[in-house]
């Protein structure tokens, strides 16, 4: 499994922005699906975005779709999730996942049983 480490977490109030990002060290190496999900407490996980590293594409999930977008900073290899225009149920914590893939991968599923690498997460909270 791939160890991937998540920052970029924090408060901040209705309407405005984060950016998270995702850090592995084979990201630059090895092609992969990075996604990102955001779970309450009492809630099942829930599927924001998708990243396929091999031909670029991407997939955001409905609840946040024209207010998050995702891509890979290629200057130090890290996937982001920027997440704009924030309302209070934004508030969770977020985790990024991946999945190695190989040549002919071309779709990008929100999916939790399409990845095994999991990060710790990263908490955000957006207050009114």
């Known amino acids: 499994q791939l160890q991937l480490v998540e920052s970029g977490g924090g408060t901040v109030q209705s309407g405005g922005s984060l950016r998270l990002s995702c850090a592995a060290s084979?990201?630059?190496?090895?092609?992969?699906?990075i996604g990102w999900f955001r779970q309450v407490p009492v809630k099942p996980r829930e599927g924001i975005s998708c990243?396929?590293?091999?031909?670029?594409?991407?997939n955001i999930g409905d609840s946040v779709k024209g207010r998050f977008t995702t891509s890979k900073d290629n200057r130090n290899s890290t996937v982001i999730l920027q997440m704009d225009n924030l309302k209070p149920e934004d508030t969770a914590r977020y985790y990024c996942?991946?999945?190695?893939?190989?040549?002919?991968?071309?779709?990008?599923?929100?999916?939790?049983?399409?990845?095994?690498?999991w990060g710790e997460g990263t908490q955000v909270t957006v207050s009114s």
């Open positions: 996942a991946s999945q190695r893939i190989f040549r002919g991968f071309t779709s990008c599923p929100i999916a939790i049983d399409a990845f095994t690498s």
């Open positions: 990243f396929n590293s091999l031909d670029g594409t991407t």
């Open positions: 084979r990201f630059s190496k090895d092609s992969y699906i």
